[in-house]
């Protein structure tokens, strides 16, 4: 079973930062790469899809990045509503889905 | 619009049953894959199940965690999904989301329904 990594648990930056996630797998996954964003009380959000693609009305400052067993996802610039929680997730040989423990983005 | 809602969740006793069910709209419902999805209190998210419906036939996958405890079904007449869940154990209580597959990722999800076991 792949397990994915995610750092740091907890990221504290100010607005207009650039925030940089990672997601670490442990063995080669293919490009079914997915990312998430949760705020307290709703559900999860599909941010981006297939590593790098931006799903649909997702701003242009969150990016995707990476291959092989190292995913980065990239906010180039922090917005109010962007402090939330970032899950990583991937699809293993069609028959399981794995999310990572998350990466909590919070003002410093 | 797409939408997914969740209801059925509730207060159970350990060993106890429980039944959620996914109304969804908006969407060609037998053309997804779908998935259901925990999250226990303060803690990540956990896959638990999907459930595919191809040409070839349904296929249905399970987390070891639920594996012969949970049942997942869908009714495409009903444009509807459900969770089966039988001996419930503390540790299943979570917010229950189902969510839309498609290939490899969940691009939409409902809004989720609490599941308490407790005694």
């Known amino acids: 079973e792949i397990v994915l990594t995610q750092s740091p648990a907890t990221l504290s930056l100010s607005p207009g930062e650039r925030a940089t996630l990672s997601c670490r797998a442990s063995?080669?996954?293919?490009?079914?790469l997915a990312w998430y964003q949760q705020k307290p009380g709703q559900a999860p959000r599909l941010l981006i899809y297939d590593v790098s693609n931006r799903a649909n009305g997702i701003p242009a400052r969150f990016s995707g990045s990476g291959s092989g067993t190292d995913f980065t996802l990239t906010i180039s610039s922090l917005e109010p509503e962007d402090f939330a929680t970032y899950y990583c997730q991937q699809r293993n040989n069609w028959s399981s889905w794995t999310f990572g423990q998350g990466t909590k983005v919070e003002i410093k | 619009e797409v939408q997914l809602v969740e209801s059925g969740g509730g207060f159970v006793q350990p060993g106890g049953s429980l039944r959620l069910s996914c109304a969804a709209s908006g969407f060609t419902f037998s053309g997804y894959e779908f998935n259901w999805v925990r999250q226990a209190p303060g803690k990540g998210l956990e896959w638990i199940s999907n459930?595919?419906?191809?040409?070839?036939?349904?296929?249905?996958y399970y987390a070891d965690s639920v594996k012969g405890r949970f049942t997942i079904s869908r009714d495409n007449a009903k444009n509807s999904l459900y969770l089966q869940m039988n001996s419930l154990r503390a540790d299943d209580t979570s917010v229950y989301y189902c969510?839309?597959?498609?290939?490899?990722?969940?691009?939409?999800w409902g809004q989720g329904t609490l599941v308490t076991v407790s005694s």
């Open positions: 969510a839309r597959g498609n290939w490899g990722r969940m691009d939409y």
């Open positions: 459930i595919n419906h191809r040409n070839t036939g349904t296929t249905i």
């Open positions: 063995q080669s996954v293919s490009s079914y």
